[in-house]
């Protein structure tokens, strides 16, 4: 078993070493999602399975973030200097380096659960060690893989006994108690924690006691900045998206959303909505949300945030604090059933009174006399002053001592002056599972006064994603909790039969993963009032064409038709739940790009779904990216709708390039295309001087040897195709 206190080491070296002694030289190394890996103790175990093949190291995972270096020349030219900015302090994952390489050692395997997006598409190893699982099902897996070790960054508790989980609570909370089981069942054990002060101290469930590890490895003197995912640019068919997603939140409901430029645009829609509700309700008049889909004025809304939302998200992502700062993220949610309740029917409020006591006694919540355990529960929850006691069947506060009967004249008023509290406490306005973002959300977490700390709890996934009963609260309390929910996630594909295609392809390989988006969208087929959300863009780039993301069918699915239920373009909203199978097809060629519609239509004719007669209304037919573009300028991009509304990592002269590094990529995406450019490319010249700086960043001043002058020309030809020397914007934020 554990012992009292950790086996606490300074030296990677021995920590591997104590690893070994406990458990021996077959591990089953079990490492968080994301962020929460200890990659300096990771990077000395691979080290020593490297240099010692009697070792069998299997590393189970998911998302091993690495810094990105680009593939061809001019991305890497692109990318070194940034990638050295933002992650030049920070030690990279020589594992998952070496993954994406295809060189880990014979005695080496890495299996994930959930993959960056398509970053292994062409990586036939992790394709086949891919473990293919709901997020609410990992723990079960990686036990039944054989996880003997388990490793984990955690942030320190300045001398409290306790360290923080922090950013990867998720899995850990629920697979450390199965490891002490295992371990008393006869199987060595070790689970191994890396102190690291840049890591934000999350309390809550977050907080655990030191002893809960084997070995903490503390180096204070090699403690390293935490991997950033920088934000990435809004373009405007995203933010059309994010904008019909704001109107679908009910005012006082449950927000979950996903990481990426489609959940930022939400987030930056949702303000906009709360702070600058004459802008936003412009834009919703212009594109006449009420009149073309009226359900929203019974699902969602259109005001102001008055009572707020409350955040229940697998990942807590960086958009959850703009939400919080901006008066959004403000409905407190209570871990006690039967208060949520009275809460959410209007029956009390956050302000406490006498009568909130007479509720509370109504509802046989507390009892009259009060006991002790009624004034512990009352103090608990700030309804008392936390000053107050119960001795000797009466309250206590101070010197004072009260009757504890409410229905005495009397020991009313003096309840009411001595023992009452101002308002309820201990209220949580967001419930997150792990996080991953840019820098400037980390020193925001790390900057969060004491309050707002404690109305952040990073918990269990398992408490998150599903409504079982869990050690953190049972069913009841989660479904009051997650009034008018709304489980927001992006989709790749989408087909006409209400199938989404979020993870794979349909020759079997693995583009991510299922994550957690099973979950919620079967949560919210189960819960009173909620709504899954599917969002996707209409179209996209392949092959140096456009095609339809919105499509007939497709030989893969992630979330099976019966689940459909919203689905969001920048063209509009599609309401699917409940709907027959021809409505199902309408509704979503309704939102596709109109140079796809009539060949949907077609193909769905064809195989009966839709009425022979069928013709596409006019008002269905503008779906171009022309309209999309007029309807985020209608009150000035810039300020409702920008690139980058949170901040940016990258300078200006690194958007122009990237822009342009972009434009060459589309061009030669065919072999007609890259034939063409290259020969365009041959004969650019930047005479006047006019691309200097940017030359300069590439690295391309002075270019020597063929393959540099070739990348030198082929970026004044992309820069000329943009038609603009350098955008003069704000500098870096």
Not at 16 to 33: M, Q
Not at 321 to 336: C, P, Q, T
Not at 398 to 423: F, N, V
Request: proline share 4%; charged share 25%.
């Amino acid at each position: 078993m554990v012992a009292e206190a950790p086996l606490r080491l300074s030296d990677t070296n021995a920590c591997v070493d104590a690893v070994i002694a406990r458990v021996g030289k077959n591990i089953t190394l079990g490492l968080p999602l994301g962020l929460g890996k200890p990659v300096r103790f990771v990077n000395a175990l691979y080290q020593r399975a490297k240099d010692d093949p009697s070792i069998n190291l299997h590393i189970v995972t998911a998302l091993s973030l690495l810094a990105p270096q680009g593939s061809s020349s001019l991305e890497k030219r692109f990318m070194g200097p940034f990638a050295e900015r933002l992650y030049g302090r920070i030690p990279e994952l020589k594992y998952a380096r070496d993954v994406s390489a295809n060189r880990l050692p014979d005695n080496v395997k890495v299996s994930e659960f959930f993959f960056k997006a398509g970053s292994f598409l062409h990586n036939t190893d992790q394709q086949r060690n891919y473990v293919c699982t709901n997020y609410t099902h990992a723990v079960r897996d990686l036990m039944a893989l054989g996880v003997n070790v388990i490793g984990q960054m955690v942030a320190p508790g300045g001398g409290s006994g306790q360290v923080s989980l922090s950013s990867n609570p998720d899995l850990s909370l629920d697979l450390l108690p199965l490891m002490r089981e295992r371990e008393a069942e006869g199987t060595p054990v070790a689970v191994v924690g890396e102190l690291n002060e840049y890591l934000p101290f999350m309390g809550q469930h977050a907080a655990i006691e030191e002893a809960d590890f084997d070995v903490l490895l503390e180096h204070q003197a090699s403690d390293y900045p935490l991997f950033s995912a920088p934000q990435m640019a809004i373009g405007p068919e995203d933010h059309l998206i994010g904008f019909y997603a704001s109107t679908l939140l009910r005012d006082g409901g449950t927000l979950q959303v996903g990481i990426g430029s489609l959940g930022a645009a939400l987030v930056n829609s949702t303000i906009l909505r709360h702070k600058q509700n004459v802008d936003w309700k412009a834009v919703f008049d212009h594109l006449k949300v009420a009149d073309r889909f009226p359900f929203v004025n019974e699902i969602g809304g259109t005001a102001p945030f008055e009572q707020g939302l409350y955040g229940c998200s697998e990942m807590m992502v960086d958009g959850f604090i703009y939400l919080m700062k901006s008066g959004v993220l403000a409905r407190e949610v209570y871990d006690h059933a039967g208060l949520q309740t009275l809460i959410n029917n209007g029956d009390i409020g956050q302000e406490v009174s006498l009568a909130t006591l007479d509720v509370l006694r109504r509802e046989k919540l507390i009892d009259s006399p009060m006991r002790a355990r009624d004034v512990h529960w009352l103090t608990r929850f700030g309804i008392f002053r936390s000053t107050v006691e119960f001795k000797g069947g009466r309250l206590r506060i101070g010197e004072q001592s009260l009757d504890a009967d409410l229905d005495d004249a009397d020991s009313r008023e003096a309840i009411r002056d001595l023992a009452l509290g101002e308002r309820l406490t201990g209220g949580v306005v967001m419930h997150g599972g792990f996080y991953v973002g840019p820098e400037s959300f980390y020193q925001a977490l790390r900057d969060l006064s004491a309050e707002d700390r404690e109305r952040i709890c990073m918990t269990s996934v398992n408490y998150i994603n599903h409504l079982y009963d869990h050690a953190f609260g049972n069913q009841r309390l989660k479904a009051a909790q997650r009034a008018h929910s709304r489980f927001i996630n992006s989709t790749m594909m989408y087909t006409l039969n209400g199938a989404a295609v979020s993870d794979g392809l349909d020759d079997g390989r693995v583009v991510s993963g299922v994550g957690g988006q099973y979950n919620f969208v079967a949560m919210a087929h189960e819960l009173p009032a909620a709504r899954s959300i599917l969002t996707l863009r209409s179209t996209r780039q392949s092959g140096g064409e456009t095609v339809s993301n919105i499509v007939f069918s497709y030989g893969h699915c992630t979330i099976p038709r019966h689940l459909r239920d919203i689905v969001v373009t920048e063209y509009g909203i599609a309401d699917l739940r409940g709907q027959s199978d021809e409505q199902v097809y309408l509704r979503l060629i309704r939102i596709a790009d109109s140079r796809f519609q009539q060949d949907l239509l077609k193909q769905a004719q064809k195989a009966g779904k839709v009425a022979p007669d069928f013709r596409l209304p006019a008002d269905w037919c503008n779906n171009t990216p022309e309209s999309v573009r007029k309807a985020v300028a209608i009150s000035g991009s810039d300020q409702l709708f920008p690139a980058f509304p949170f901040g940016r990592d990258f300078t200006d002269e690194e958007l122009t390039l990237g822009k342009a590094l972009k434009t060459l990529k589309a061009a030669t995406s065919t072999r007609r295309g890259k034939l063409g450019t290259l020969w365009q490319a041959f004969r650019e010249k930047d005479e006047d001087g006019r691309y200097a700086s940017l030359l300069q960043r590439m690295g391309l001043e002075h270019p020597r040897g063929l393959r540099a002058r070739l990348d030198r020309r082929l970026v004044i030809h992309g820069l000329r195709k943009l038609d603009t020397p350098l955008n003069t914007g704000n500098k870096e934020t």
